[in-house]
């Protein structure tokens, strides 16, 4: 009796904290939880298929590697030198002193061992190298680039709020992203696609940039680039054109926060980010270096602001103006923290999709929920009478428990997934049907039905709980390598068979030692 009643407090509390956890579903202002999440094809969305420009992660290395051999050669006071990339994909060295020559060479051997030399030879005098990348290194960068690019969408998405979305790889650099219950499609694609290269760069003050782009005639060192300001009164657009330095003096991968903050004078939203102190030193070098110049704050060769630097600057922060929206400097911020892609990106196919598909769906399902669920109901009525209400109760609560595992551990209810609570209905009984005709057995030996029923539920529990375990193992299969759609089913699968194995062995069992010790029944019709 003590061990009914400990049961059956354990049950109880179990059906109070499903209930607890379903609530929110039922009626989200009756009690302030997370509901059930719905995948993409109950409650529309966006589906993106994206692919990485590998070749500029070759490209964006090489030059980090040409701005490294310059940066060195200058600390090693090599002289006489030349150091280019030519064709995207290579580098092009000349060198007319043989003393500077072996300088280099050194240099070489020490700090660049990944580069490859594809052709040495001389000139007059002068040593021309070209070099690369090997092909097996170019590989790595590449598949390098698609790893990073993903996790910094993840991340970026993650920042953004969209429940349970879907992001996962496909080939060798394409990248498949599901976002369910998104309305502001451009808003994600934007946010996605943004390569979010945040570089420091000063502005070349000689040269004129109105007319090297009337001339089409950029200066050496320089490339030429754009402030674009809107007028939020008349919409219209305004493109401020700036000759920039090509040396990027600082960069974005030094940042470690970046926050949406109000300008109290102007009452604007700008961002302000916030260096390491790696980068916080090289952010003080910079300004005080160049007191009275302009420093261009350049984000994906887009200049946000180009102030002029009034004093050295310590503290590693500073702040990106641009006549921000709030929902603009906030989407900023975020990709900031995410961290730039390494490369870009291009949006091969866009699908949305849209809720009233996901509602139809929805309606079908629970049509058919109900439908096969009355049917299991009525039969198990009038094959097993009173026990199999009892059984029936028990499906009820399993349904019951497999919702509140889905709102319990934030899972996402997708097509297939109801496809599997449809299913779980059908096997729920399995169980049942088992233990009742152990019963029967039983009870046709002679034996009384207490311990008939005593005699069912040992008997039939290890054949129930071999059946269900091998399920649970191909559901658990299904949802470590299957995709999203298979990995739905798979998840209120694998609900289904612990909850319906509960269910069976545990509830039922309760409710049949209540009425018989209890309520003193001597037997159950069965």
């Given at each position: 009796?003590?061990?009914?009643?400990?049961?059956?407090?354990m049950v109880?509390?179990?059906?109070?904290?499903?209930?607890?956890y379903?609530?929110?579903?039922?009626?989200?202002?009756?009690?302030?939880?997370?509901?059930?999440?719905?995948?993409?094809?109950?409650?529309?969305?966006?589906?993106?298929?994206?692919?990485?420009?590998?070749e500029?992660?070759?490209?964006?290395?090489?030059?980090?590697?040409?701005?490294?051999?310059?940066?060195?050669?200058?600390?090693?006071?090599?002289?006489?030198?030349?150091?280019?990339?030519?064709?995207?994909?290579?580098?092009?060295?000349?060198?007319?002193?043989?003393?500077?020559?072996?300088?280099?060479?050194?240099?070489?051997?020490?700090?660049?061992?990944?580069?490859?030399?594809?052709?040495?030879?001389?000139?007059?005098?002068?040593?021309?190298?070209?070099?690369?990348?090997?092909?097996?290194?170019?590989?790595?960068?590449?598949q390098?680039?698609?790893?990073?690019?993903?996790?910094?969408?993840?991340?970026?998405?993650?920042?953004?709020?969209?429940?349970?979305?879907?992001?996962r790889?496909?080939?060798?650099?394409?990248?498949?992203?599901?976002?369910?219950?998104?309305?502001?499609?451009?808003?994600?694609?934007?946010?996605?696609?943004?390569?979010?290269?945040?570089?420091?760069?000063?502005?070349?003050?000689?040269?004129?940039?109105?007319a090297?782009?009337?001339e089409k005639?950029?200066?050496?060192?320089?490339?030429?680039?754009?402030?674009v300001?809107?007028?939020?009164?008349?919409?219209?657009?305004t493109?401020?054109?700036?000759?920039?330095k090509?040396?990027?003096?600082?960069?974005?991968?030094?940042?470690t926060?970046?926050?949406?903050?109000?300008?109290s004078?102007?009452?604007?939203?700008?961002?302000?980010?916030?260096?390491?102190?790696?980068?916080?030193?090289?952010?003080?070098?910079?300004?005080?270096?160049?007191?009275?110049?302009?420093?261009?704050?350049?984000?994906?060769?887009?200049?946000?602001?180009?102030?002029?630097?009034?004093?050295?600057?310590?503290?590693?922060?500073?702040?990106?103006?641009?006549?921000?929206?709030?929902?603009?400097?906030?989407?900023?911020?975020?990709?900031?923290?995410?961290?730039?892609?390494?490369?870009?990106?291009?949006?091969?196919?866009?699908?949305?999709?849209?809720?009233?598909?996901?509602?139809?769906?929805?309606?079908?399902?629970?049509?058919?929920?109900?439908?096969?669920?009355?049917?299991?109901?009525?039969?198990?009525?009038?094959?097993?009478?009173?026990?199999?209400?009892?059984?029936?109760?028990?499906?009820?609560?399993?349904?019951?428990l497999?919702?509140?595992?889905?709102?319990?551990?934030?899972?996402?209810?997708?097509?297939?997934?109801?496809?599997?609570?449809?299913?779980?209905?059908?096997?729920?009984?399995?169980?049942?049907?088992?233990?009742?005709?152990?019963?029967?057995?039983?009870?046709?030996?002679?034996?009384?039905?207490?311990?008939?029923?005593?005699?069912?539920?040992?008997?039939?529990?290890?054949?129930i709980?071999?059946?269900?375990?091998?399920t649970?193992?191909?559901?658990?299969?299904?949802?470590?390598?299957?995709?999203?759609?298979?990995?739905?089913?798979?998840v209120?699968?694998?609900?289904?068979?612990?909850?319906?194995?509960?269910?069976a062995?545990?509830?039922?069992r309760?409710?049949?030692?209540?009425?018989?010790?209890?309520?003193?029944?001597?037997?159950?019709?069965?």
């Amino acid at each position: 009796m003590k061990s009914l009643s400990l049961k059956s407090a354990m049950v109880s509390a179990l059906i109070v904290a499903a209930v607890v956890y379903i609530l929110p579903t039922a009626n989200p202002e009756l009690w302030p939880h997370k509901k059930i999440a719905l995948g993409l094809d109950l409650q529309g969305g966006m589906h993106l298929a994206l692919e990485v420009d590998t070749e500029k992660a070759v490209e964006s290395t090489l030059e980090h590697i040409t701005q490294e051999m310059r940066g060195l050669a200058k600390t090693e006071r090599i002289g006489n030198i030349s150091i280019e990339r030519v064709e995207n994909t290579k580098i092009s060295v000349k060198i007319s002193s043989q003393e500077d020559a072996d300088k280099f060479e050194k240099v070489l051997d020490k700090e660049f061992r990944e580069v490859r030399i594809a052709s040495r030879h001389s000139d007059n005098g002068v040593l021309n190298l070209i070099m690369d990348i090997p092909d097996k290194e170019r590989e790595h960068i590449k598949q390098m680039a698609v790893q990073q690019a993903l996790e910094t969408i993840r991340n970026r998405i993650d920042q953004f709020g969209v429940s349970e979305p879907d992001i996962r790889r496909q080939g060798e650099k394409r990248i498949l992203i599901q976002l369910p219950g998104i309305k502001d499609t451009q808003r994600a694609k934007d946010l996605i696609g943004k390569t979010a290269l945040l570089e420091f760069k000063l502005l070349d003050e000689v040269n004129d940039p109105v007319a090297a782009e009337k001339e089409k005639k950029i200066p050496p060192g320089d490339e030429l680039l754009y402030e674009v300001r809107e007028d939020r009164e008349t919409n219209r657009m305004t493109k401020t054109p700036y000759l920039i330095k090509k040396h990027s003096l600082l960069t974005g991968a030094y940042l470690t926060d970046a926050r949406v903050q109000i300008d109290s004078q102007y009452n604007e939203p700008y961002v302000s980010i916030k260096f390491d102190r790696k980068g916080a030193r090289i952010f003080e070098r910079i300004t005080e270096e160049n007191v009275k110049k302009r420093l261009a704050i350049v984000l994906d060769k887009k200049i946000y602001s180009a102030p002029v630097i009034q004093e050295k600057i310590g503290g590693g922060e500073a702040r990106i103006t641009g006549n921000f929206t709030m929902d603009e400097a906030r989407d900023l911020s975020i990709v900031l923290r995410a961290g730039a892609l390494p490369a870009p990106v291009k949006i091969l196919e866009e699908r949305t999709v849209g809720p009233s598909l996901g509602s139809d769906s929805i309606k079908k399902g629970l049509i058919s929920m109900a439908v096969g669920g009355i049917l299991v109901v009525v039969f198990m009525v009038m094959y097993y009478n009173t026990a199999g209400l009892i059984a029936d109760a028990a499906l009820i609560l399993n349904i019951l428990l497999i919702a509140a595992g889905l709102a319990a551990f934030q899972a996402t209810l997708t097509l297939p997934g109801m496809a599997g609570i449809i299913l779980t209905i059908g096997m729920a009984v399995d169980a049942n049907v088992l233990i009742f005709e152990r019963i029967r057995e039983e009870s046709e030996l002679g034996k009384t039905f207490h311990a008939a029923v005593k005699a069912g539920y040992e008997r039939a529990a290890l054949t129930i709980l071999d059946a269900n375990v091998t399920t649970l193992i191909a559901a658990l299969v299904l949802f470590q390598f299957g995709t999203g759609p298979v990995k739905g089913f798979a998840v209120t699968l694998s609900l289904g068979v612990i909850s319906s194995v509960f269910t069976a062995l545990v509830v039922t069992r309760i409710v049949f030692d209540y009425l018989l010790l209890n309520r003193k029944v001597k037997t159950v019709s069965i």
